[in-house]
């Protein structure tokens, strides 16, 4: 169970670097670590067996004492009776059984995480969307779309992977674009869910965010923006009616506002 947007910003993701790196792996553990979780983001839904196989995929011996070694960095120990909590009791993993094996897979703040942290490449990411189309079916179940409409752009992924523009009011600047009123209403709407969030809720707020931020630019004009218009709706293909019922959410709620300090007297 985790939290919205902003919770995987100021909390999951600073924890994770802690725990597991960021970038170029310093220890021992950071290194396994590092290999789990990159064999889940390019096999999803995996037994600690099969990842260890990715390691050592003719080598049944030392496959065996990998699985040891993910399996403690993925489920813990207990130690004289106290638990060091493993990758499962993260935000990063979730754990799923059948038939008497434990699988793991990310979840989607592990998603991000791996994007970031492990910098994954256009491939890697390409990997990551086909095996977890189902967990983000508005972004990675139309990734094949979204690539063809954006090109490069459609790996911004990246962008919200490291935490950026979500509650950032430089986009104020974009006065042609409703990007910092839509990305604004966008943390309002989920802002209860700091602390728990269903994983379906997460991914139609991070559905919202990578489409809304195909409407930014880095030089803003009123021609740019317009294109910029064009582009997400071309992006969105037969989900404009989902997406333009969030752009009416937000304009019902700057009405009320508006209509509140009209009324108040002020």
Same mark, same amino acid.
């Not at 998603?111 to 977890?132: P, R, V």
């Not at 293909?237 to 019902?252: C, L, P, Q, T």
């Given at each position: ?6 919770? $995987?910003?100021?909390?999951? !993701? ?6 597991? /790196?960021?970038?170029?792996? #310093? ?6 670590? #590092? ?23 003719? %080598?049944?011996?030392? @496959? ?7 399996? !403690?960095?993925? #489920?813990?120990?207990?130690? *004289?009776?106290?638990? @060091? ?24 703040? /592990?998603?991000? $995480?791996?994007? %970031?942290?492990?910098?994954?490449? @256009?491939?890697?990411? %390409? ?10 079916? !508005?972004?990675?179940?139309?990734? &094949? ?16 992977? *490291?935490?950026?523009?979500? &509650? ?16 604004? $209403?966008? #943390? ?11 994983? %379906? &809720? ?5 559905? $919202? ?58």
């Amino acid at each position: 169970m985790h939290g919205n947007l902003l919770s $995987y910003k100021l909390y999951t !993701r600073p924890r994770a670097q802690a725990a597991y /790196g960021h970038g170029r792996p #310093q220890t021992a553990r950071e290194l396994n670590a #590092q290999r789990i979780l990159g064999a889940l983001a390019a096999r999803g839904l995996s037994s600690a067996w099969e990842i260890a196989k990715v390691r050592f995929p003719n %080598d049944n011996e030392h @496959s065996r004492r990998k699985e040891k070694e993910f399996r !403690r960095i993925l #489920q813990g120990r207990t130690d *004289r009776g106290r638990h @060091s909590p493993g990758m499962a009791d993260s935000e990063l993993v979730a754990v799923e059984e059948s038939d008497g094996t434990q699988r793991y897979r990310l979840t989607p703040h /592990g998603m991000l $995480y791996c994007i %970031d942290s492990l910098g994954l490449g @256009s491939a890697q990411i %390409d990997k990551m969307a086909a095996a977890y189309a189902a967990v983000i079916p !508005r972004v990675f179940g139309r990734w &094949d779309e979204l690539k063809e409409a954006l090109g490069e752009d459609a790996y911004k992924v990246r962008v919200l992977a *490291r935490g950026m523009l979500l &509650d950032n009011p430089s986009v104020h600047r974009h006065a042609s674009s409703p990007i910092y009123e839509l990305m604004s $209403y966008l #943390q309002l709407k989920y802002h209860r869910n700091f602390e728990v969030m269903r994983e %379906d &809720d997460f991914a139609e707020q991070v559905s $919202y965010w990578y489409y809304t931020y195909i409407l930014y630019d880095p030089a803003p004009t009123a021609a740019r923006a317009k294109r910029r218009v064009r582009l997400l709706t071309n992006a969105l293909g037969g989900m404009r009616k989902w997406y333009s019922e969030f752009v009416e959410e937000a304009n019902a709620h700057y009405r009320a506002r508006a209509r509140a300090i009209r009324e108040s007297g002020l």
